[in-house]
């Protein structure tokens, strides 16, 4: 079995904007299909979770056009900080809607984060890899 650090020395942009392509997908549907249909038992908005939705999806789109085009450490280095602003403001609406969120929807949202805290901290450190 590899260890991480090996698994990391052999992550390469594509693959990351394949990864981060397929996970905002998923994101996109969950936010715009299962929570959106569950609102009651997760407590966030339709009228956040279908903005939020949006944002996924345009990431979406941006990587794996990125990763069809064979784009370069920049342009990973861009999504990495999109995804770095959107973390921010999903945690600013768990702090700001914490009355109506469920602890299922708190537990979502932290969940979201980290997944998506720790993929932008493999896309930094590949992408100063890539640099050179």
Known sequence: MKSTRSILETLEVRQLFLIDGLGAVVTAVMLGAVLTTF??????????????SAVASIFAAYSLTCRARGAGAGYLRAIALANTAYCLCTLALVVSLRGTLTWLGVAYFLGEIAIIAALVTVEILVARRARG
Do not use: A, D, N, V
């Open 39 to 52: 609102e009651p038992t997760f407590g966030m908005p339709q009228r956040i979770l279908l903005p939020l």
